[in-house]
């Protein structure tokens, strides 16, 4: 039987059992053998491969202190030298899954094969999408021991430097690459035989998935600031205290939008933040970090912009999918443009 | 949310610590904000220069949003606003 392979597994603070939003700050710890939930792959791995180290990061620690996380991440992959990183997995954590997408890349930088698992909607799949070897995974951890079966069985594959077939046939999500390969049938055959089904109504499937890139368009800039109504707009969860509407705390389907005119300042006394994806403490202390009346105000006053609208537009960022999003911006779009609004601060956290 | 209000003609600075992410949505206009728990400011500054340091962001979201831009763009207040009164 062959030796077991070396294996690094990078997880975040809260998967390294080192707490929650209070320790997402933690700077970058590698640690011999497994810890927190990479015991858990571990099982998975058998004996076919020993997980050498953890390596662990806060998610606003990896996110924030990009530079110093990365050459910590890539010092301890180095020292370890394993013969397959994985990352995760991180489930719909949006943080998370951006550092676990890192992770791979300073792998694949350093020519050890990797792969992470997440959420399919988790914005880590979009950092490297052709490069990454992503493995979907339910929104929620309660899939945990299904996502790292999925990465125990794919790092040994990588381990054995296999050749890995199309998405679909291995379980990875698509990276939009085509390989050329061998069809038993000849094109005409193939798109008769879609075109059949297709008009039937019954299932088929394209061999050419399109994916059209969402590109839009940038609106004109604004030519006269002096003259400018400016909304504030953010996706940080703020909402009046004691949160009236029942604002999710993300993901979120729904919007708002509060009235500010003649406050000066937003303050800890009238306003909260419901955002579940990030620690609000600061936030409810100052609010103004995500709605920043005060700063707008003096502009105003300064004749620097116009006017402020006299409304900010809330919801709550936190695993809120795409297309959600999109829907949400429509609607607010709706609202800033019946009250003649010319330009936003969209502040996300 | 920031390219629907944009396609709608209104300009939008997206202010964010996770900048990287917002260029890869695609948002047109991207500013650098200071970190995720304190995007417009820095509460470990004095009051004075807890506004100045959110001002900067802000005096550079502005500029963000008179600036023609043809795809996601990064506008940094370190390097925007270097050396400029607020």
């Not at chain 1, 999918?321 to 601060?345: P, Q, R, Y």
Request: proline share 7%.
């Amino acid at each position: 039987m062959p030796a077991p392979f070396e294996v690094v597994n990078y997880v975040n603070q809260f998967f390294a059992g080192q707490g929650g939003e209070e320790r997402a700050n933690q700077p970058v710890v590698v640690a011999e053998g497994p810890m927190g939930s990479a015991r858990g792959l571990q099982q998975h791995l058998g004996g076919a491969g020993v997980i050498v180290g953890t390596i662990y990061g806060g998610d606003n620690y990896v996110n924030e202190e990009r530079a110093t996380a990365f050459d910590a991440i890539a010092a301890g992959i180095r020292k370890l030298a394993p013969d397959v990183v994985v990352a995760g997995p991180a489930f719909n954590a949006g943080r998370y899954g951006l550092a676990c997408a890192e992770v791979c890349r300073i792998a694949r930088d350093m020519g050890i094969p990797s792969v992470t698992a997440m959420f399919p909607e988790n914005p880590g799949v979009l950092s490297y999408k052709r490069d990454t070897l992503v493995i979907p995974t339910s929104e929620s951890p309660a899939g945990m021991a299904a996502a790292q079966k999925e990465l125990a069985r794919l790092a040994v594959r990588l381990a054995r430097k296999e050749e890995l077939g199309p998405a679909a046939a291995e379980g990875y999500l698509p990276r939009g690459i085509r390989m050329l390969g061998y069809r038993e049938a000849p094109a005409a055959s193939r798109a008769v035989a879609m075109l059949i089904q297709k008009m039937n109504g019954k299932p088929f499937r394209t061999e050419l998935p399109l994916e059209m890139p969402e590109v839009v368009k940038p609106a004109a800039p604004i030519v006269d600031m002096a003259r400018t109504r400016l909304a504030l707009v953010t996706s940080g969860g703020l909402v009046p205290k004691g949160n009236p509407d029942k604002l999710p705390g993300g993901p979120s389907d729904v919007w708002f939008s509060y009235p500010i005119g003649g406050l000066p300042t937003m303050t800890s006394d009238r306003w909260e933040s419901v955002h579940v994806g990030f620690y609000t403490n600061i936030v409810n202390q100052n609010p103004n970090y995500v709605v920043p009346l005060n700063l707008v105000r003096e502009l105003a006053g300064r004749g620097v912009i116009g006017s402020v609208y006299d409304r900010y537009l809330s919801t709550s960022g936190r695993g809120t999918s795409v297309s959600v999003s999109k829907c949400i911006g429509t609607e607010m779009a709706a609202e800033l443009k019946a009250n003649k609004v010319d330009a936003c601060l969209l502040v996300a956290t | 949310m920031a390219k629907e209000i944009e396609r709608a003609g209104i300009p939008v600075a997206v202010i964010s610590a996770l900048y990287s992410l917002a260029l890869t949505t695609g948002a047109p206009r991207v500013v650098r904000g200071a970190r995720i728990e304190h995007v417009c400011g820095n509460p470990r500054l004095s009051a004075e220069k807890d506004r100045d340091y959110g001002m900067r962001i802000i005096m550079t979201a502005l500029k963000s949003l008179q600036t023609n831009v043809t795809g996601p763009t990064l506008f940094d207040p370190e390097v925007e606003m270097a050396g400029m009164a607020v």
